[in-house]
């Protein structure tokens, strides 16, 4: 029988081998540095659709309300708190009482069901997050959340990545603020952060880079 | 040998099998607060503590502190000694809670007062001054006409601070008008010595004044 593959096949069958191999490789290193972090797939920087449009805009950015005013336990927990209707209410009682954007609040307020909110930051389970920690310790909002002030529907600024969350713990000297600055959405690292960074860091106590970069820190 | 073989490749296998069913770490049944769930009947996942629950170091036994009244009568004191840390606080949680309506000053007219909302009291008119300061822990604690009560917000202790921070507003900017009653100046006296004549121990923190009030006016009317 006469063979149906000539003898420089063999060439053939081992050049494609490793140009799949190349393939492979390049294609796995291009996914691995551009596509998982896409906000295609985390989802940063995208607005998230909401039951209501509550615009931190025209609260914090117009009005001029604090964050502490509705994500009351920030400061001293690990979860920063979504506000209940009755926050709402709290003005809405009596501003903006006809609109229809308001619609769902005021039933919610009517049946004391609450409202359902989007998440627009979600960690894995197996990582642990501590607000409390970070603001009270001079790393602000705006360090992670960016210009809350400045959206009309909340997105989320990073990428929320372990490699986020370690660029900052390898250097928080770059981000540290003091605590009067904490809430303030306009904060800018001065000139001089390098020294100011280092001597907050020194006052606030803020443990070495290895215990924040040890794994246990965040899997625990 | 076929044997060993045998049973590598059925490790394998069962190693397969069982990672289509692996749990998702990522989302694990365990609750995060404000989770919905479906198992329990308000579809929520966080239980109401049972009725009568007194958690550890919370059991409020200290009527002065949490109501701000004494035998059914407001109070006219403080629950604790009032000094320049907890006026600081007070200035602080002041101007989160308060500010949006009554002012960065006081005299009632906040951003949100400016959008449309009654116009808050002031705190420098004579008959809401000569209050007495269980009067005030009320009105925080359960809202005072279209006021809405604070009690979800803001903490007993904080509740008190702010009392303290707004007789020392009050007290700052009393020069022209009567001085408070000395019952009041009691109020928030370091340590409980008063000498109504000598100056104010905390007149130094006067109020500043409301800087973000006329900036941005954007957006649509009612």
Same mark, same amino acid.
């Given at each position: 029988?006469?063979?149906?593959?000539?003898?420089?096949?063999?060439?053939?069958?081992?050049?494609?081998?490793?140009?799949?191999?190349?393939?492979?490789?390049?294609?796995?290193?291009?996914?691995?540095?551009?596509?998982?972090?896409?906000?295609?797939?985390?989802?940063?920087?995208?607005?998230?659709?909401?039951?209501?449009?509550?615009?931190?805009?025209?609260?914090?950015?117009?009005?001029?309300?604090?964050?502490?005013?509705?994500?009351?336990?920030?400061?001293?927990?690990?979860?920063?708190?979504?506000?209940?209707?009755?926050?709402?209410?709290?003005?809405?009682?009596?501003?903006?009482?006809?609109?229809?954007?308001?619609?769902?609040?005021?039933?919610?307020?009517?049946?004391?069901?609450?409202?359902?909110?989007?998440?627009?930051?979600?960690?894995?389970?197996?990582?642990?997050?501590?607000?409390?920690?970070?603001?009270?310790?001079?790393?602000?909002?705006?360090?992670?959340?960016?210009?809350?002030?400045?959206?009309?529907?909340?997105?989320?600024?990073?990428?929320?990545?372990?490699?986020?969350?370690?660029?900052?713990?390898?250097?928080?000297?770059?981000?540290?603020?003091?605590?009067?600055?904490?809430?303030?959405?306009?904060?800018?690292?001065?000139?001089?952060?390098?020294?100011?960074?280092?001597?907050?860091?020194?006052?606030?106590?803020?443990?070495?880079?290895?215990?924040?970069?040890?794994?246990?820190?965040?899997?625990? | 040998?076929?044997?060993?073989?045998?049973?590598?490749?059925?490790?394998?296998?069962?190693?397969?099998?069982?990672?289509?069913?692996?749990?998702?770490?990522?989302?694990?049944?365990?609750?995060?607060?404000?989770?919905?769930?479906?198992?329990?009947?308000?579809?929520?996942?966080?239980?109401?503590?049972?009725?009568?629950?007194?958690?550890?170091?919370?059991?409020?036994?200290?009527?002065?502190?949490?109501? @701000?009244?004494? !035998?059914?009568?407001?109070?006219? =004191?403080?629950?604790?000694?009032?000094?320049?840390? %907890? $006026?600081?606080?007070?200035?602080?949680?002041?101007?989160?809670?308060?500010?949006?309506?009554?002012?960065?000053?006081?005299?009632?007219?906040?951003?949100?007062?400016?959008?449309?909302?009654?116009?808050?009291?002031?705190?420098?008119?004579?008959?809401?001054?000569?209050?007495?300061?269980?009067?005030?822990?009320?009105?925080?604690?359960?809202?005072?006409?279209?006021?809405?009560?604070?009690?979800?917000?803001?903490?007993?202790?904080?509740?008190?601070?702010?009392?303290?921070?707004?007789?020392?507003?009050?007290?700052?900017?009393? @020069?022209?008008? !009567?001085?408070?009653?000395?019952? =009041?100046?009691?109020?928030?006296?370091?340590?409980? %010595? $008063?000498?109504?004549?000598?100056?104010?121990?905390?007149?130094?923190?006067?109020?500043?004044?409301?800087?973000?009030?006329?900036?941005?006016?954007?957006?649509?009317?009612?």
């Amino acid at each position: 029988m006469a063979q149906i593959f000539p003898k420089n096949f063999n060439n053939l069958a081992k050049i494609s081998i490793i140009v799949t191999a190349l393939v492979v490789a390049i294609g796995g290193g291009v996914f691995n540095l551009i596509v998982i972090r896409s906000s295609y797939l985390t989802q940063a920087q995208v607005a998230i659709e909401q039951p209501i449009q509550f615009s931190h805009k025209h609260h914090v950015g117009g009005l001029g309300l604090d964050c502490r005013y509705c994500h009351t336990s920030v400061e001293d927990s690990a979860f920063a708190g979504i506000p209940p209707t009755r926050t709402c209410m709290n003005c809405h009682s009596q501003v903006w009482v006809t609109s229809p954007m308001l619609e769902p609040v005021r039933s919610s307020f009517e049946t004391g069901k609450g409202l359902t909110w989007q998440r627009v930051h979600n960690l894995a389970d197996f990582a642990y997050f501590n607000h409390s920690i970070h603001v009270n310790k001079g790393v602000g909002c705006s360090s992670c959340h960016g210009k809350v002030d400045q959206m009309p529907l909340m997105w989320k600024e990073n990428t929320l990545q372990m490699e986020w969350c370690l660029q900052c713990h390898r250097n928080p000297e770059k981000v540290l603020r003091p605590k009067e600055e904490i809430f303030n959405m306009e904060w800018e690292p001065p000139a001089d952060q390098e020294v100011k960074g280092r001597e907050l860091a020194k006052q606030y106590n803020i443990p070495s880079k290895e215990l924040l970069t040890s794994c246990s820190t965040c899997h625990r | 040998m076929l044997r060993v073989k045998l049973s590598i490749f059925c490790i394998f296998c069962g190693l397969f099998l069982f990672n289509a069913c692996r749990q998702d770490m990522a989302d694990q049944p365990s609750y995060r607060p404000l989770q919905p769930s479906n198992f329990f009947a308000d579809g929520q996942a966080s239980r109401p503590l049972v009725q009568g629950t007194v958690a550890r170091g919370q059991l409020r036994d200290d009527v002065h502190l949490y109501t @701000g009244k004494k !035998e059914g009568q407001l109070v006219t =004191t403080f629950p604790f000694t009032v000094d320049k840390t %907890v $006026v600081k606080r007070g200035q602080e949680r002041f101007n989160i809670y308060c500010a949006p309506c009554h002012g960065q000053t006081g005299s009632g007219n906040g951003m949100i007062v400016q959008r449309g909302f009654k116009k808050a009291a002031s705190y420098y008119d004579k008959e809401v001054r000569e209050k007495s300061v269980g009067h005030y822990f009320d009105v925080i604690t359960n809202g005072f006409g279209a006021m809405a009560g604070y009690s979800a917000q803001v903490n007993v202790r904080d509740r008190w601070a702010i009392i303290a921070y707004i007789r020392a507003l009050q007290e700052s900017q009393s @020069g022209n008008v !009567e001085p408070l009653p000395i019952e =009041t100046m009691t109020d928030f006296a370091p340590s409980g %010595v $008063v000498d109504p004549k000598k100056q104010n121990p905390l007149s130094g923190s006067t109020p500043k004044v409301e800087k973000k009030t006329e900036e941005k006016s954007e957006s649509g009317g009612h």
